[in-house]
């Protein structure tokens, strides 16, 4: 009687333990890697939020040769916010910002053109009032991002990036009207190109 208690007992753990091991591996898949957030005209901004492991932000990074060989890193970061969760040019708000020549720690100056070749920072706003687009000035210093650290992994080309940005974004069409940004956040310990998963699967 005390051998088929002893037999049952081993069995009861064996089985918690491949239940604990999929809690484990249910938990890996559910971690969260990434994160974004801004406080835009003093109200905390962050993207729409579909489940545990899906927010309608993204990182791209690609990168750039020049004719002399050498090579460049650009990111661009988009970040979308809408009560239907949509992810487009017509969301309520979609902010975005490319970094040109981002290969190292340190302050980038955003103040370049809204072009593939140029560091730029750019809020769409679609809302009562009709659609308004927010840019930043031509080689001015007033919007800056911060690269705090790169996240690379061993056997993958794609390097992800934590940092920081902050700064002044003016309406097209009214100068008058401008947009103030601040405590800007961006960790990407996983470049997510072509889907808004911000966990590691």
Known sequence: MNRLRVIASLIAGLLLMVSCEG??????????LNDFEMTLNDQVWTPSEIDACTSTFQCQMSKWVSVQGDETYVYHVKAYRDPQAVASLNSENFFQFQIMGANQIGTYTVDGAFKDSDSFARLTVNDANGKRIYQNKLNENLFTVTINKFYQKGGSELIGIKGSFEGTLYNMTDPLDVVHISKGEFDFSKINHF???QCSQ
Request: no cysteine; aromatic share 16%.
């Open 23 to 32: 809690d484990f591996e249910n938990a890996d898949k559910t971690e969260r």
């Open 195 to 197: 889907d808004f998963n």
